[in-house]
């Protein structure tokens, strides 16, 4: 009938493996790690802050598989610990700053008139300043430690969250199903909580698992000049930056590195996955 | 029908499919044709026939995953479906163009429509680029461009979709090619706008002699300019001949049934149900082994579980259907005749709803500063009355306010002025909470069926919904009983409930929506455009439920529409809009017999007729340019722009809505004129 | 045009306006006593030093008052006195801002060369051996921390390779060139001192390319998304229907619309790149804006925070306002005539 081969048609388990084999495998790194950061104590031979300057850097070994640092203390046992901070900041600034913004932003957009107007110029002067800049002012001006650091990051965080969700609910106002509900005789809180935020959860959920890594690497970096976590607590950024001038006993600024990339591009394959699942026209492949 | 010369273009046996994941969708499966030289071949067929891909696989402009996978396309001595890139590249705008469906995406945004206009010329090294800019100015106004020398050097954005739609039929014609196709070219087109573009396509293919590939749904576009008609259904051609037997006796049960299922605007109909025919395609990953249109065929035999060819039933035609073939004919079924309606009171009481002075300014936001704020005035003082019990429709053109006029009167939108009295509740203004209770008597269908259902709630929640907010059911049993009872009126089956709305086709969907709206028990229902979503059989189920509907509850109809055919089917009344004015309002029958406005007038002779006979008796009021722009409408008469007797009168002097004929009032110093 | 145009800068000026007084508030409001932080704990806990101290500095006025000295110096181009430095603040920016400056412009430079053409080729070659790389790359450059790639970078190839020289501008041995633009290497050019210019762009290699990783791998990222998209358009179609070649239909009808995000993205990467250097700065001690902020933020200077956090607003919203304008040059549809 024709001189063309045809392909094979591809196994469901190909086909899955092909659209979400990536976004599967961040979410076993993520999983990993929430796990690690969880069970710290039992997976550990250490405590990460035991000092012991007779074993201070020693590389990797047997008994110190990621070798020691500057004070003696064992960097597998810290970099494990400082899941804790790392992963916890990342999801309270993320998950805070994404529901203040997104609700700020979805009734603004529903609301029309002044209050949108106000609010996107409230988000423009907060994107006037680079998050870096102003986070660091604010954490130096309110004092260093994690706490501090977080509320400063939060303030820049949401606006994009406010942006996002407002431009849903833009094109999502004017769909006719929400005409068909406003002419049923719902009221606009019923509209926007029961009708448009289900429909616009899609690229906000896509946002929110890129941003988590987003605002790890934020928050790595803050630590890491040291506006952040206050040592002796184990971070993966603060740990970079102890351990920044040991070029020649690279294990102690290499391997929390190494952590902060994996958990950044973990989720990264996430909100790929979430995107392309979202996505109508990547379901042709 | 030429048969000695060599055609132009052979099909034959063309295959292309799309080599999805899930196995292969057989979009066009087995598809022979040829064009000869010179001639118009009109290619129809609904949503899913094929008729698109076939157009693409001519000029290989198909996308991944889809693939030709057998058969021959033979085009002056050269199989375009073997070519290599270089050489379909030499052939594509050279030797055969291509203009597609949508005007407003076919432009590049960003680059000068002279620069589009040329860089087709100087692809193929037959002009300079010097030589290509004249010839480009001359194209444009050969399509009827105006200041062509001037409007060369804009930007697509500038230009309205007819416009374009020239632009790209220019562009076409550029360098002089023996095959045109032209895919679904008037579909975004208003129905004046496409007459002009009909008549400039018609013009273009007898001056130049290129021979045209037109596709399109509507069988009366096809019969007003081909020569020829294919027929596609399920990936296959049913049915080929010239039109005036074609569209007149039909060789082909689908044909039939396309033919039956559209209203025709040359006609009155007794009855306002249509002929209509069950079911959907069939699924094209597993086309059904026998006669492809056999579940749905009123007139299937027992042979028809055996494959048909596309086999000769007469000189010039050839249809694939057993029936057919062995002579069989294909008759009109007798039906039994509907329990008639009470007949209207012949002076009825109080309307239902009575606008007036109705008007809606939407201002457009501000792009720089110390701009003065444009308005854009959609709806721009409408007085309208409708009566319980009868169907009045809307009708104009795209922009003519008749949807936002849609949502006034439900009240989505809050009027600038006028006044709106519902059941003799003045409206106008009335607040959310105050307006709730009247909700349960006015309710609206809406056009879109992919968009006005909620893609995250089941049918269930979605019929359930307003029983539940305006304490119909009473308890979450009575609210299952109710529902079950709505998918019962709309003739959809009770285990829809549990499903989402991503698992109906769009003729279900509009059932759902039609569900829901009558879920509160309305009396008075607001229908925005709710079949122009569908293709044309499936229209017609909508209205013949429509239509059940009004008999069995006794419903009041706003029935908005752009299709003319459609309105002077299904309404009593009709009122015709412009610019956000209404130009006439009156029965159905005498403003069809005897349009008393212009725009009226031209409207009507504007809709084409799918019979070639018919069409060339009728009188063709041609309506010059396009229409203005409702943020900076015309004096006087709004119309005169484009009106055909406009005088100096109409620029000074608007004219009110007066009563011209017996229940037909006309905005227009000169009723009647027009003839 | 030109409407738009002043009508943009209206709005580009009363948003720094207003940036520079929420600076101002922030600056004011929290709780961080600069007074603690300049005389220390000794002094402090002296009320006559203290009212000395805030009298000669101004804090003692109405915050509207100070906010109304603060707008009236800056239009005369006073930033005021840092604390810290006990310089005039616009004296230490125009010391350290050359730096940062050549480092950012050198890494946009390098991200948009190879960031644009990849995005391109990824979604031109889809699914293949290239789009695999661009997706590599960009995701790496999105998710590996800068400060540890400067690390990684310089423990490398200076600690381990010694391929690159170490920190700092210039090296140790190494004559500055007179100070003209503060550009090393514009001025080291300018004087024809090329062996001081080739020591300075030896040391520009490795932060230059740590700095450029992340925003090469969201313009790569970007590139490719906006191409994708542009290639799935109808015109594309209608390109290819016309017989162009592919090379004319991605490089003359793809790439200009693909180009309007990417612009968007560009912009405010650079003026990220220039306010976000600071670990790099740190990292390869370079003496930066970066640098000069962090440490006015951990001494709570003041005059310098908000001078810099100004000036950075500034920057943002000009690269905006160029943005907006580049767009309309780009995009016909967006001034209308």
């Given at each position: 009938?024709s001189?063309?081969?045809?392909?094979?048609i591809?196994?469901?388990?190909?086909?899955?493996?092909?659209?979400?084999?990536?976004?599967?495998?961040?979410?076993?790194?993520i999983?990993?790690?929430?796990?690690?950061?969880?069970?710290?104590?039992?997976?550990?031979?250490?405590?990460?802050?035991?000092?012991?300057?007779?074993?201070?850097?020693?590389?990797?070994?047997?008994?110190?598989?990621?070798?020691?640092?500057?004070?003696?203390?064992?960097?597998?046992?810290?970099?494990?610990y400082?899941?804790?901070?790392?992963?916890?900041?990342?999801?309270?600034?993320?998950?805070?700053?994404?529901?203040?913004?997104?609700?700020?932003?979805?009734?603004?957009?529903?609301?029309?008139g002044?209050?949108?107007?106000?609010?996107?110029?409230?988000?423009?002067?907060?994107?006037?300043?680079?998050p870096?800049?102003?986070?660091?002012?604010?954490?130096?001006?309110?004092?260093?430690?994690?706490?501090?650091?977080?509320?400063?990051?939060?303030?820049?965080?949401?606006?994009?969250?406010?942006?996002?969700?407002?431009?849903?609910?833009?094109?999502?106002?004017?769909?006719?199903?929400v005409?068909?509900?406003?002419?049923?005789?719902?009221?606009?809180?019923?509209?926007?909580?029961?009708?448009?935020?289900?429909?616009?959860?899609?690229?906000?959920v896509?946002?929110?698992t890129?941003?988590?890594?987003?605002?790890?690497?934020?928050?790595?970096?803050?630590?890491?000049?040291?506006?952040?976590?206050?040592?002796?607590?184990?971070?993966?950024?603060?740990?970079?930056?102890?351990?920044?001038?040991?070029?020649?006993?690279?294990?102690?600024?290499?391997?929390?590195?190494?952590?902060?990339?994996?958990?950044?591009?973990?989720?990264?394959?996430?909100?790929?996955?979430?995107r392309d699942?979202?996505?109508?026209?990547?379901?042709?492949? | 029908?030429?048969?000695?010369?060599?055609?132009?273009?052979?099909?034959r046996?063309?295959?292309?499919?799309?080599?999805?994941?899930?196995?292969?969708?057989?979009?066009?499966?087995?598809?022979?044709?040829?064009?000869?030289?010179?001639?118009?071949l009109?290619?129809?067929?609904?949503s899913?026939?094929?008729?698109?891909?076939?157009?693409?696989?001519i000029?290989r402009?198909?996308?991944?995953p889809?693939?030709?996978?057998?058969?021959s396309?033979l085009?002056?001595?050269?199989?375009?479906?073997?070519?290599?890139?270089?050489?379909?590249?030499?052939?594509?705008?050279?030797?055969?163009?291509?203009?597609?469906?949508?005007?407003?995406?076919?432009?590049?945004?960003?680059?000068?429509?002279?620069?589009?206009?040329?860089?087709?010329?100087?692809?193929?090294?037959r002009?300079?680029a010097?030589?290509?800019?004249?010839?480009?100015?001359?194209?444009?106004?050969?399509?009827?461009?105006?200041?062509?020398?001037?409007?060369?050097?804009?930007?697509?954005?500038?230009?309205?979709?007819?416009?374009?739609?020239?632009?790209?039929?220019?562009?076409?014609?550029?360098?002089?090619?023996?095959?045109?196709?032209?895919?679904?070219?008037?579909?975004?087109?208003?129905?004046?706008?496409?007459?002009?573009?009909?008549?400039?396509?018609?013009?273009?293919n007898?001056?130049?002699?290129t021979?045209?590939?037109?596709?399109?749904?509507?069988?009366?576009?096809?019969?007003?300019?081909?020569?020829?008609?294919?027929?596609?259904?399920?990936?296959?051609?049913?049915?080929e001949?010239?039109?005036?037997?074609?569209?007149?006796?039909?060789?082909?049960?689908?044909?039939?049934?396309?033919?039956?299922?559209a209203?025709?605007?040359?006609?009155?109909a007794?009855?306002?149900?249509?002929?209509?025919?069950?079911?959907q395609?069939?699924?094209?990953?597993?086309?059904?082994?026998?006669?492809?249109?056999?579940?749905?065929?009123?007139?299937?035999?027992?042979?028809?579980?055996?494959?048909?060819?596309?086999?000769?039933?007469a000189?010039?035609?050839?249809?694939?259907?057993?029936?057919?073939?062995?002579?069989?004919?294909?008759?009109?079924?007798?039906?039994a005749?509907?329990?008639v309606?009470?007949?209207?009171?012949?002076?009825?009481?109080?309307?239902?709803?009575?606008?007036?002075?109705?008007?809606?300014h939407f201002?457009?936001p501000?792009?720089?500063?110390?701009?003065?704020?444009?308005?854009?005035?959609?709806?721009?003082?409408?007085?309208?009355?409708v009566f319980?019990?009868?169907?009045?429709?809307?009708?104009?053109?795209?922009?003519?306010?008749k949807?936002?006029?849609?949502?006034l009167?439900?009240?989505?939108?809050?009027?600038?002025?006028?006044?709106i009295?519902?059941a003799?509740?003045?409206i106008?203004?009335?607040?959310?909470?105050?307006?709730?209770?009247?909700?349960?008597?006015?309710?609206?269908i809406?056009?879109?069926?992919?968009?006005?259902?909620?893609?995250?709630m089941?049918i269930?929640e979605?019929?359930?919904?307003?029983?539940?907010?305006?304490?119909?059911?009473?308890?979450a049993?009575?609210?299952?009983?109710?529902?079950?009872?709505?998918?019962?009126?709309?003739g959809?089956?009770?285990?829809?409930?549990?499903?989402?709305?991503?698992?109906?086709?769009?003729?279900?969907?509009?059932?759902?929506?039609?569900?829901?709206a009558?879920?509160?028990?309305?009396?008075?229902?607001?229908?925005?455009?709710?079949?122009?979503a569908?293709?044309?059989?499936?229209?017609?189920?909508?209205?013949?439920?429509?239509?059940?509907?009004?008999?069995?509850?006794?419903?009041?109809?706003?029935?908005?529409?752009?299709?003319l055919?459609?309105?002077?089917?299904?309404?009593?009344r009709?009122?015709?809009?412009?610019?956000?004015?209404?130009?006439?309002?009156?029965?159905?029958?005498?403003?069809?017999?005897r349009?008393?406005?212009?725009?009226?007038?031209?409207?009507?002779?504007?809709?084409?007729?799918?019979?070639?006979?018919?069409?060339?008796?009728?009188r063709?009021?041609?309506?010059?340019?396009?229409?203005?722009?409702?943020?900076?409408?015309?004096?006087?008469?709004?119309?005169?722009?484009?009106?055909?007797?406009?005088e100096?009168?109409?620029?000074?002097?608007?004219?009110?809505?007066?009563?011209?004929?017996?229940?037909?009032?006309?905005?227009?110093?000169?009723?009647?004129?027009?003839? | 045009?030109?409407?738009?145009?002043?009508?943009?800068?209206?709005?580009?000026?009363?948003?720094v306006?207003?940036?520079?007084?929420?600076?101002?508030?922030?600056?004011?409001?929290?709780?961080?006593?600069?007074?603690?932080?300049?005389?220390?704990?000794?002094?402090?806990?002296?009320?006559?030093q203290?009212?000395?101290?805030?009298?000669?500095?101004?804090l003692?006025?109405?915050?509207?008052?100070?906010?109304?000295?603060?707008?009236?110096?800056?239009?005369?181009?006073?930033?005021?006195v840092?604390?810290?430095?006990?310089?005039?603040?616009?004296?230490?920016?125009?010391?350290?801002?050359?730096?940062?400056l050549?480092?950012?412009?050198?890494?946009?430079?390098?991200?948009v060369?190879?960031?644009?053409?990849?995005g391109?080729?990824?979604?031109?070659?889809?699914?293949?051996?290239?789009?695999?790389?661009?997706?590599?790359?960009?995701?790496i450059?999105?998710s590996?921390p800068?400060?540890?790639?400067a690390?990684?970078?310089?423990?490398?190839?200076?600690?381990q390779?010694?391929?690159?020289?170490g920190?700092?501008?210039?090296?140790?041995?190494?004559?500055?060139?007179?100070?003209?633009?503060?550009?090393?290497?514009?001025?080291t050019?300018?004087?024809?001192?090329?062996?001081?210019?080739?020591?300075?762009?030896?040391h520009?290699?490795?932060?230059?390319?740590?700095?450029?990783?992340?925003?090469?791998?969201?313009?790569?990222?970007?590139?490719?998304?906006?191409?994708?998209?542009?290639?799935?358009?109808d015109?594309?179609?209608?390109?290819?229907?016309?017989?162009?070649?592919?090379?004319?239909?991605?490089v003359?009808?793809?790439?200009?619309?693909a180009?309007?995000?990417v612009?968007t993205?560009?912009?405010?990467?650079?003026?990220?790149?220039?306010?976000?250097?600071?670990?790099?700065?740190?990292?390869?001690?370079?003496?930066?804006?970066?640098?000069?902020?962090?440490?006015?933020?951990?001494t709570v200077?003041?005059?310098?925070?908000?001078?810099?956090?100004?000036?950075?607003?500034?920057?943002?919203?000009?690269?905006?306002?160029?943005v907006?304008?580049s767009?309309?040059?780009?995009?016909?549809?967006?001034?209308?005539?």
């Amino acid at each position: 009938m024709s001189d063309i081969a045809l392909p094979a048609i591809a196994s469901p388990r190909t086909r899955w493996l092909r659209r979400y084999g990536l976004a599967s495998f961040g979410a076993v790194i993520i999983l990993a790690w929430i796990f690690a950061a969880i069970f710290a104590p039992w997976l550990t031979r250490y405590d990460p802050n035991f000092v012991d300057v007779a074993a201070r850097l020693q590389p990797p070994s047997a008994s110190h598989w990621l070798g020691t640092d500057a004070l003696g203390r064992d960097v597998a046992t810290r970099v494990i610990y400082g899941a804790r901070v790392s992963l916890t900041v990342g999801m309270v600034v993320v998950l805070v700053g994404a529901l203040f913004g997104t609700l700020l932003g979805a009734s603004a957009a529903y609301a029309r008139g002044w209050a949108e107007e106000g609010l996107m110029r409230l988000t423009d002067l907060v994107f006037c300043f680079p998050p870096i800049i102003l986070a660091m002012a604010i954490a130096a001006a309110l004092g260093i430690g994690t706490v501090n650091t977080v509320i400063a990051m939060l303030v820049v965080w949401w606006p994009k969250f406010a942006r996002l969700s407002r431009s849903l609910v833009i094109s999502q106002r004017s769909m006719e199903y929400v005409e068909a509900a406003q002419s049923i005789g719902f009221g606009p809180a019923h509209i926007l909580l029961r009708q448009i935020i289900p429909n616009a959860i899609g690229p906000l959920v896509v946002l929110v698992t890129l941003d988590l890594g987003n605002a790890i690497l934020v928050f790595a970096g803050l630590s890491f000049l040291g506006l952040g976590t206050v040592p002796p607590t184990p971070e993966w950024g603060s740990m970079v930056g102890e351990g920044r001038e040991l070029v020649q006993q690279w294990w102690v600024a290499t391997f929390p590195g190494l952590a902060i990339l994996t958990v950044v591009m973990a989720f990264n394959f996430m909100g790929d996955g979430f995107r392309d699942w979202l996505d109508p026209h990547a379901n042709r492949r | 029908m030429p048969t000695a010369a060599e055609p132009l273009l052979q099909v034959r046996d063309l295959r292309t499919w799309f080599l999805t994941d899930s196995g292969p969708v057989r979009a066009v499966d087995g598809v022979s044709f040829d064009v000869h030289a010179g001639e118009t071949l009109g290619v129809v067929g609904e949503s899913g026939s094929g008729k698109s891909v076939c157009a693409k696989s001519i000029m290989r402009l198909l996308d991944e995953p889809a693939r030709i996978v057998g058969g021959s396309i033979l085009f002056k001595g050269r199989d375009l479906a073997h070519l290599d890139d270089e050489g379909i590249r030499e052939v594509r705008g050279r030797e055969i163009a291509m203009v597609f469906q949508d005007p407003m995406t076919s432009l590049n945004p960003v680059l000068r429509i002279a620069r589009q206009l040329i860089e087709a010329m100087t692809a193929h090294g037959r002009f300079t680029a010097a030589a290509a800019r004249s010839r480009a100015i001359d194209l444009l106004r050969r399509m009827g461009v105006a200041s062509a020398d001037r409007t060369v050097n804009s930007f697509p954005h500038q230009f309205s979709g007819g416009m374009r739609q020239r632009v790209m039929l220019a562009m076409g014609f550029s360098n002089e090619p023996s095959l045109l196709i032209a895919d679904e070219p008037t579909t975004a087109l208003d129905v004046t706008i496409q007459a002009q573009i009909l008549d400039l396509l018609r013009g273009l293919n007898r001056d130049l002699g290129t021979a045209v590939i037109l596709i399109s749904h509507d069988l009366g576009v096809i019969a007003n300019i081909c020569s020829r008609v294919l027929v596609m259904y399920a990936g296959e051609v049913v049915e080929e001949g010239a039109p005036e037997e074609l569209l007149t006796d039909p060789r082909h049960p689908y044909t039939w049934a396309l033919l039956h299922a559209a209203p025709r605007i040359d006609a009155q109909a007794e009855d306002r149900r249509l002929i209509t025919i069950e079911g959907q395609p069939p699924d094209p990953r597993a086309w059904p082994s026998g006669c492809r249109f056999r579940a749905r065929c009123p007139f299937a035999v027992e042979k028809c579980a055996e494959h048909p060819e596309l086999l000769p039933v007469a000189a010039g035609r050839a249809a694939r259907c057993w029936v057919t073939q062995e002579g069989g004919s294909l008759h009109t079924p007798e039906r039994a005749r509907p329990v008639v309606a009470a007949p209207v009171d012949a002076t009825p009481a109080a309307p239902i709803l009575e606008v007036s002075g109705l008007q809606k300014h939407f201002p457009l936001p501000k792009e720089a500063f110390f701009e003065r704020q444009r308005v854009l005035r959609a709806v721009d003082g409408v007085d309208l009355q409708v009566f319980a019990g009868e169907t009045v429709g809307l009708v104009g053109e795209s922009g003519c306010g008749k949807s936002t006029l849609a949502r006034l009167v439900t009240r989505l939108h809050e009027p600038t002025d006028g006044k709106i009295v519902f059941a003799g509740t003045d409206i106008t203004h009335a607040s959310l909470s105050a307006i709730r209770p009247l909700r349960r008597r006015m309710q609206m269908i809406f056009q879109d069926p992919y968009a006005s259902l909620n893609p995250r709630m089941t049918i269930g929640e979605i019929l359930a919904g307003p029983l539940i907010l305006h304490g119909i059911a009473g308890d979450a049993a009575a609210a299952r009983t109710r529902v079950a009872e709505l998918l019962d009126l709309v003739g959809l089956p009770g285990q829809s409930v549990t499903r989402y709305p991503y698992e109906f086709s769009g003729g279900q969907r509009q059932r759902i929506s039609i569900a829901r709206a009558l879920a509160v028990g309305p009396d008075f229902v607001v229908a925005d455009e709710p079949i122009s979503a569908l293709d044309v059989n499936i229209q017609a189920q909508i209205i013949n439920l429509m239509v059940d509907l009004q008999e069995r509850l006794g419903l009041t109809y706003l029935f908005i529409a752009h299709d003319l055919a459609v309105v002077r089917h299904v309404c009593d009344r009709i009122a015709v809009l412009y610019l956000g004015k209404i130009m006439e309002v009156g029965p159905a029958a005498s403003l069809f017999a005897r349009p008393l406005h212009p725009y009226t007038r031209t409207l009507i002779s504007a809709a084409p007729v799918p019979d070639p006979r018919v069409e060339r008796t009728r009188r063709h009021v041609p309506m010059k340019g396009e229409p203005p722009s409702a943020l900076n409408p015309p004096s006087g008469c709004r119309f005169r722009t484009r009106c055909p007797i406009a005088e100096e009168r109409c620029t000074r002097e608007e004219p009110p809505l007066l009563e011209a004929a017996p229940g037909q009032r006309v905005a227009c110093h000169f009723p009647g004129r027009l003839t | 045009m030109i409407r738009y145009v002043v009508s943009r800068l209206v709005v580009s000026v009363a948003m720094v306006l207003l940036a520079t007084l929420v600076i101002f508030l922030i600056a004011n409001t929290v709780p961080g006593d600069p007074v603690l932080t300049a005389l220390g704990d000794m002094a402090a806990s002296d009320p006559a030093q203290v009212a000395e101290f805030r009298a000669r500095w101004g804090l003692d006025l109405p915050l509207w008052h100070q906010y109304w000295l603060f707008l009236e110096r800056l239009a005369h181009g006073d930033l005021g006195v840092s604390i810290s430095s006990r310089r005039p603040v616009l004296q230490d920016i125009i010391d350290y801002a050359p730096a940062t400056l050549e480092l950012a412009t050198v890494a946009f430079i390098l991200s948009v060369l190879v960031g644009l053409p990849l995005g391109v080729l990824a979604a031109v070659r889809r699914d293949t051996v290239i789009d695999h790389v661009a997706r590599a790359v960009s995701l790496i450059g999105v998710s590996a921390p800068t400060f540890w790639l400067a690390f990684i970078a310089l423990a490398v190839f200076y600690g381990q390779l010694n391929w690159a020289p170490g920190p700092g501008r210039l090296d140790a041995v190494s004559f500055p060139p007179d100070r003209i633009t503060g550009l090393l290497l514009i001025d080291t050019a300018l004087q024809g001192d090329w062996e001081t210019f080739h020591d300075a762009a030896a040391h520009l290699v490795l932060p230059s390319i740590v700095l450029a990783a992340a925003t090469l791998g969201l313009i790569t990222r970007t590139t490719r998304a906006a191409m994708l998209e542009a290639l799935s358009q109808d015109y594309v179609r209608v390109a290819k229907a016309k017989g162009l070649r592919g090379r004319l239909i991605v490089v003359g009808h793809a790439l200009p619309n693909a180009m309007l995000p990417v612009v968007t993205l560009g912009g405010l990467a650079y003026a990220n790149l220039l306010a976000g250097a600071v670990m790099t700065e740190t990292v390869f001690s370079w003496p930066g804006l970066g640098r000069y902020t962090f440490r006015s933020a951990v001494t709570v200077d003041f005059p310098a925070i908000m001078a810099v956090t100004a000036i950075v607003a500034a920057i943002f919203v000009l690269v905006n306002f160029l943005v907006d304008m580049s767009y309309a040059l780009l995009d016909p549809r967006v001034v209308k005539k």
